[in-house]
């Protein structure tokens, strides 16, 4: 099947059938930047902040465009009153109890609750163009599922890769308590598209979670599958599965995939978008 | 045996690592010399200042990095260190701990270079030693994280017990953690639940106090390399061109002149390092073991090395380019487990 490649200094690509899939790469932010996305959304941005990177696939025929960027993502973090109180890193009660003994219960300003976590369950902007749609009833859009699914026999073969492509989009250690990951990875096979967002956190002695929103076309089809899941576990759990033939080394901890490999499920939500 | 200090130096600008024993020797001795020093070290300009580091990448190699050589870049910082122990000053910065080495990489990479933990233990044993603060001219004041509430005066930094492990909470954890907050004027609590920030008002007292007229630290990471807040009162200064080799971002050092005046030099990473090579990533991706790309030894090679530290001394003889850790995903065929992601 004839594709090609694209390759234009910060983006790269590749164009296949009525597809485009180009993934965009280029520095963080600058202060300037940084201060309109962070008053924009109202909390601090994450250390690492790739705003104006993206990963977009693109149907030219049905003008459905999907794509994923990192402020979008961000706009969706927590910021309830309650946001903060959910996680706290594993030493706060013993700081708060060592800061009265202190005498420093006068500050009592905390900067606005949030979710400091940056725990985000974006799965994608729908930028879809649908002027090129005949079927106006039915915008270009995902609704749920219950008889499709990604089919992962498929992509368990071995097909040549087209194209292979991660992004990260945002990245933050979290003061050293863990890291907080928003990443893409895209591959392109002659016989369908498969693209992985995934949000993973890490709280040092306090837990996993992995948000993951798969997205899955086979050339030919008419359907976009999109496969949503949310799973976390206590750190110590995860920890205790770690081989202990590896003795005190915890890399695996920072491999996101063995990390999901230990994670149990917890919800799984399929969609389908129809192209025509 | 004589430690020969200026052949270790040359050895290790030639990237060749130094033997067990002698790291050993050079952290007893470079221990011996900081215990010496004071909390509160005071030097005089002028004077070249770095920050941030990460996993430092020294001009004289001309290969690409992978952020893998933080055992070099803290093994020739403190040759440098006892080499010229009144022109070389090391401020111990967050990630010069065991805790945060245990978990972001410097761990595993002494492991993998010398095959034990020994090397890791030598290393974070000496960092119990580093200062917490320098003072220059009697005018700025340079720590790594930023201010605490429970430090009004420099006396009070003079008598912080420093040898020991960065503790979560109290005045040491706050020099080496905290961050400005331009929006505010006071101190506010995390809402990790633990840490502060600082306000406009809080550098104005200080200084105020302290009869000083500016805060240089590190600890942040910024696109141009440096940043000035409140009103020309603080500096923050990165030294790591294109972190993790994808930020991007600028690097600077900061040159401070005989009247105070100060002089961002700012750089970028140089071409050769700009990313590594299919080769150098697939390397890296498997030898760590974590087949992913996405955290490869990434802020593993931070580990080290992000120590705010003021280099004292007239001529600029510290040449530092680039090398952040580097995590991104190497693309190469045959990384199957990589490229057939699920």
Redesign the interface.
Known sequence: MAHRLINDNQTRGVAIQDWTVLSH???????QE?DTASADLGIPIP??I?GNNFLSIEHKTSGFKLEFKALPALAMVDQSST??DLI??S??R???E??SM?N?EH?T??????D?TYSTKYKGTNVSNNNNNNNKDHPLDFVSTTEESID?EQ??R?DP?LF???N?LFED?????G?A?L?T?V?VMPSCLFI?LRF?LRV?DVLFRIYDTRIYHRFGTKTVIRECSARESSYLDTRARIPRSRG???????????VSSQLPDQESHVEVLHLE | MVLDLDACIESLFRRQLLAESVIKEICEKTKELLMSESNVVHIKAPVTVVGDIHGLYLTRGDYVDRGLYSVETISILTCLKLRYPDRVQLVRGNHESRAVTSTYGFYTECMKKYGTTDVWHYFTDLFDYLTLSVVIDNMIFCVHGGLSPSIHTIDQIKVIDRFKEIPHEGPMADLVWSDPDPGREEFAVSPRGAGYTFGSMVVEKFLHENRMDHILRAHQLCMEGFQVLFDDQLSTVWSAPNYCYRCGNLASILEIGVEGERHFNVFEAAPENERPSPAEAQRTLFSNGVPTGLFNNGNGGAGVGNGGGGVNGSNGAMTFAGGASGSNGGVDPVQYTILYFL
């Open positions: 790469k280029t520095s963080i932010l600058n202060s940084i250390e690492m790739f946001s903060s706290k890193v030493y706060a013993e700081w708060f060592k800061r202190a420093q500050i300003d905390v900067v606005k609750p949030y400091w992962i992509l368990k071995p890769i292979y492509d991660e990260i250690e979290l003061a050293d308590n890291t990951v990443s990875k591959r992985l993973f040092d005190d080394d915890l890399s695996l901890l920072l491999d996101s995939n063995w």
